[in-house]
């Protein structure tokens, strides 16, 4: 086998394609939706690289036009979480086995086919079954993603490259980094697909094998993915793609010997469950597991006296209502100084009055469907008791409609009491909470924005006031893993802002980052003597003269 220290190429955030009226993106991209739209597919599992199918089928249909059929997918059951697993376990020592550049190579080249011939067939597919408008799409299921493979690419290039320190006289010091033992179950979400990408890819990069399972309302877009993972090389078994309930893959995955991991982005309710099942099952295991995840948000904006308020009101109506409030960093809960309140108030109120809601075909739409009916009639239910509360005021949006699409209107709720229900709770989706306080309270309003709710995943301070940056920067600075001065609380980019948070937001590892895939890996530390020792007895040992 041929052997060399390899470069990998130096990577850079792909390039955001803007869609402008008259552009050839623009132009290529209608077309992709359109052809998608006038057909139905017949959507398979993806275990041991063959096409699976079975009688039991769900439809998936755009949230913004639910009557209107894309494809079906094929439902599994326990057998297929099984059949998964067997496929994953027999690829493993192959695959871990393939020298790291060819592991390199195929996900290098599945971020070129995305770039390249994938990209407005996968941003079609995101816009028509997640509801995303068209920008939305292009930094999601396009540049985030490419930016996920080719950054990871370089960090795991640079951990092979970690080694001890200069070896002492007549030793060598090496350091290897290992797959995990067994397999690693890849739980992804609806709200973008370039997490339901990255999670299966980046473990897989450092050697492993992976069931994935995606949320059903993103496998629209997750069959195309294995087909882009598969044109690229993946060889069969190592991702092995299945649509089964959560609960059903949980009962054979989380009692499996070889359960080695889980790379996780959803609900804070599920992962503690995850996590307790488990501890539950942990003598079941041949390793501790790997447990990584990306949970809920309760994420925050904090507007000082010294902001600019066109700033603030952009950065607040962006944060809250861009992919209608379903990004885990959207802004849900506002802090706003009463002095300069009046002005946002009015420059939000002017921007939202020029929102145009519909579905993600008609590109001046910046307001689409959420993800589906579940979600629809949760949120119309805290817009109705926001209604009928007298203590609460609704200053834009509050309506909702179903019948053709799961619209739910950006509505702004401005309450009286900072722990009302809906600055407390993850709404997920485009219902805004804003608290306005007294300036002198800036202080006390800091402790109440770090006490308020479980989750530490976005946060933001506006200001020009240095010294209020800086105490908001401190006082908050375990309420937020990403935390942005003078700027909405959402777009963190790979590379350049490792997204993730902590307390009730998850584990904190920072996808889009080495230190995520240091996760995925267990090192082994080597070390050669070449003049080994003969003699038991030390110097010491020797008697005085």
Known sequence: MLKGFFNVPTPVNEPILDYAPGSKERQLLKEAIAEARSKQLEIPMHIAGKAVHTDQKGNITPPHDHQHILGKYSKGDSSHVQQAIDAALAAKADWENLAWEHRAAIFLKAADLIAGPYRYKLNAATMLGQSKNAYQAEIDSACELIDFLRFNVSYMSDIYKQQPPVSSKGTWNRLEQRPLEGFVFALTPFNFTAIAGNLPTSVAMMGNVVVWKPANTQIYA???????????????????????????????????????????????????????????????????????????????????????????????????????????????????????????????????????????????????????????????????????????????????????????????????????????????????????????????????????????????????????????????????????????????????????????????????SMINLLRWVSPRAIKETFAPARDYRYPFLAEEN
Request: proline content about 3%; hydrophobic content about 40%; aromatic content about 10%.
């Open 222 to 512: 997750a069959n195309l993915l294995m087909e882009i993972f598969k044109e690229a090389g993946l060889p069969d078994g190592v991702i092995n793609l299945i649509y089964v309930s959560g609960p059903v893959a949980g009962e054979v995955i989380f009692n499996h010997a070889d359960f080695a991991g889980i790379h996780f982005t959803g609900s804070t309710g599920v992962f503690q469950d995850i996590w307790k099942t488990i501890g539950t099952n942990i003598h079941k295991y041949k390793t501790y597991p790997r447990i990584v995840g990306e949970t809920g948000g309760k994420d925050f904006i904090l507007v000082h006296g010294s902001a600019d308020v066109e700033a603030s009101a952009t950065a607040i109506v962006r944060g809250a209502f861009e992919y209608q409030g379903q990004k885990c960093s959207a802004a849900s809960r506002v802090y706003v100084a009463q002095s300069i309140w009046p002005q946002i108030k009015d420059l939000m109120v002017r921007d939202m009055a020029t929102f145009k809601m519909g579905g993600t075909e008609d590109f001046s739409n910046f307001i689409n469907a959420v993800i589906d009916e579940n979600s629809f009639d949760k949120l119309a239910k805290y817009i109705d008791a926001a209604k009928a509360d007298p203590a609460v005021e609704i200053i834009a949006g509050g309506g909702y409609d179903k019948s053709k699409g799961y619209f739910i209107e950006p509505t702004v709720i401005v309450v009286k009491d900072p722990k009302y229900v809906t600055m407390c709770e993850e709404l997920f989706g485009p219902v805004l909470t804003l608290y306005v306080y007294e300036d002198a309270d800036f202080d006390q309003v800091i402790e109440i924005i770090d006490t308020t709710s479980i989750y530490a995943l976005t946060g933001a301070v506006i200001a020009q006031d240095r010294y209020a940056i800086e105490k908001a920067s401190v006082g908050l600075r375990n309420a937020a893993g990403n935390f942005y001065i003078n700027d909405k609380c959402t777009g963190a980019v790979v590379g350049q802002q490792p997204f993730g948070g902590a307390r009730g937001s998850g584990t904190n590892d920072k996808a889009g």
